[in-house]
DNA sequence: GCATGAACTGGCCGGCCGGTCAATTGCCGC
DNA sequence: GCGGCAATTGACCGGCCGGCCAGTTCATGC
């Protein structure tokens, strides 16, 4: 029958304890996994976590970095591809951001648990990501779309900041009183944010 | 001399454990520091510090009450002391609550290994503070001062998430390119949230 | 068909973990 | 001044930690 299901498989291995290595690292944070649970989970010894990736710390630098990078390519597929630079160009990234960690809720906690550590690698992974979304809005300032009193990099950075935090500090927020949906926010936040970039009235 | 230094002082030997404990935990988390750690940099031994707290749990979370009630206090102190119910008084609630997370990152990083947690204890602590935020935003609106169409505590929960989350997670963002100072940011963002916050105008 | 090396196993190591406990020290009310 | 009790100490516990190593299994190239 099937001989690659009970044969050896290293690079199934592998993908086996990146994929329970995450989610232990996601759910706790890195200092409070322990290797045995990551065996466990992913059916393999101890030892062979070890064969595989040397260390601890090494295996958590591979799941970082096979988690974000994928993150990243996503992100950056998304804003090559928008060509006409106008208003509903940016409303429709912060949506699509909104949205992108809504459905990935494992990278909002991974890029939490990184910013805990001060590790500034995954940092200059996205920051060709935040040059380009800066330029779209450079040029929608030129463009008369926008006021050309704030730097774009701003722009970019605060609704990615209000969208990053929405999710991370979900849990805390929920208990405010009053506190709308996801969507209610969102759509809360983009009048306020849109309007707010809208050029002066030509005098 | 002095006799209170050679002679014992619980009230000063909780209060060491708890500062050693704040500083600690900040920097590294729960689960990465010891016990061992916290008695080493208080001075004091092990055990004296279950004596007084119980066990390391109980110590977390009497530290994060100490830390947090103070700060829940401040904020609810500055909030509850304005009286006049204008576009400054929000905008200065904004500056004051930046400038005080400048002033406080060790709340900054509590908050945010609290939200790793999903502790919701401290959510509620804040929730009052919120409430009477969104409250004075909603008076606001009433007198025409803001727009009307969106949610008071969404208004609040927007400055919140941008300012914790510029601080939180600031060796990330620094990197990227063309990123301003804490004052630039912090002016950029004022003038899109609060032009944003307009009231549409009369027609 | 067999040598080779990677994949994989189980057991073991020293060390640190949080927590306990019996014993000592010093303050304070009587 | 002394009895009692909280503050404080250091030695000790079982258990888990990350890592290592000697040995076994298996695919593959010759």
Redesign the pocket.
Known sequence: MN?AA?????????RQILAAALELFVDQGF?D???????EKS??????????F??????WEATKEAALSRYVADQMQELEQATTVDGSLLRDGVIKYFRFLQDNPQVVRLLAWTHMEGDATCGEMDAALARLGAERVRQAQQGGVFRSDVNPMHVVTMFVLVCTQWFQARSHHAQWPGMGSDEEFLSDFLAIYMDGLAPPPAD
Chains 1, 2 share one sequence.
């Not at 040397?54 to 295996?59: E, H, I, N, Q, T």
């Open positions: 001989t009970t044969t050896r498989d290293p690079e199934l291995t592998r200092a996994v322990s290797m045995r649970q990551i065996a059916g393999v010894t101890k030892s062979l976590i070890h064969h595989h040397g260390s601890k710390d090494a295996l």
